[in-house]
Antibody, heavy 125, light 107 residues
Framework: QVQLQQSGPGLVKPSQTLSLTCAIS??????????WHWIRQSPSRGLEWLGR?????????DYAVSVKSRITINPDTSKNQFSLQLNSVTPEDTAVYYC???????????????WGQGTLVTVSS | DIQMTQSPSSVSASVGDRVTITCRAS??????LGWYQQKPGTAPKLLIY???SLQSGVPSRFSGSGSGTDFTLTITSLQPEDFATYYC?????????FGGGTKVEIK
């Protein structure tokens, strides 16, 4: 059974960097058959996909245009986890952040299963 | 970006009712649509992928249909544990996008 455990601070000051980690059990961040994602949810923006990392003989990343200049998703193979860094945050980045595994099914990837437990991150001074 | 529009935004129903939720994509996405269930304070859970395929462990009272731009999620014989918010998601192209959600409430 795959489980994702998130960790990181719940309060970040404006202009600083939001950093979260997602620890994986029951699967490998280096798996060739899945992808690893960050998604956030807020009342104003709903569910918003932020980006993904995945391994197919080498590492790849894809990011949402809305955050592309500020986001980095990195795998950590030594700890079997992946991380999210979002720079220069503003109050608009306040949201519940989720990590998720993207699974292949029905001919496509990126069906999210499972999800991490979620981390409420508030951007405030 | 592909916009996903769900309707209704909320529905009141009783245990045993049949509930249908619709999701419309702003452009054709073939069958690359999934449905998620989210209960308060918890992460979304995958119910259906590829429009109509039931994820392992999901009760058979949940079903999905549709292709192109119009999709439906049907819950036959609503159970107490089904009161939740449901989201559609397209995986046809990046960025991956979600609908705004449909809250199924107790009548």
């Amino acid at each position: 059974q795959v489980q994702l455990q998130q960790s990181g601070p719940g309060l970040v000051k404006p202009s600083q960097t939001l950093s979260l980690t997602c620890a994986i059990s029951g699967d490998s961040v280096s798996s060739n058959s899945v992808t690893w994602h960050w998604i956030r949810q807020s009342p104003s923006r709903g569910l918003e996909w932020l980006g993904r990392t995945y391994y197919r003989s080498k590492w790849y990343n894809d990011y949402a245009v809305s955050v592309k200049s500020r986001i980095t998703i990195n795998p950590d193979t030594s700890k079997n986890q992946f991380s999210l860094q979002l720079n220069s945050v503003t109050p608009e980045d306040t949201a519940v952040y989720y990590c998720a595994r993207g699974i292949p099914a029905g001919g496509r990837y990126n069906w999210f299963d499972p999800w991490g437990q979620g981390t409420l991150v508030t951007v405030s001074s | 970006d592909i916009q996903m529009t769900q309707s209704p935004s909320s529905v009141s129903a009783s245990v045993g009712d049949r509930v249908t939720i619709t999701c419309r994509a702003s452009q054709g996405i073939s069958s690359w649509l999934g449905w998620y269930q989210q209960k308060p304070g918890t992460a979304p859970k995958l119910l259906i992928y590829a429009s109509s395929s039931l994820q392992s462990g999901v009760p058979s009272r949940f079903s999905g249909s549709g292709s192109g731009t119009d999709f439906t999620l049907t819950i036959t014989s609503l159970q107490p544990e089904d009161f939740a918010t449901y989201y559609c998601q397209q995986v046809n192209s990046f960025p991956l996008t979600f609908g705004g959600g449909t809250k199924v409430e107790i009548k």
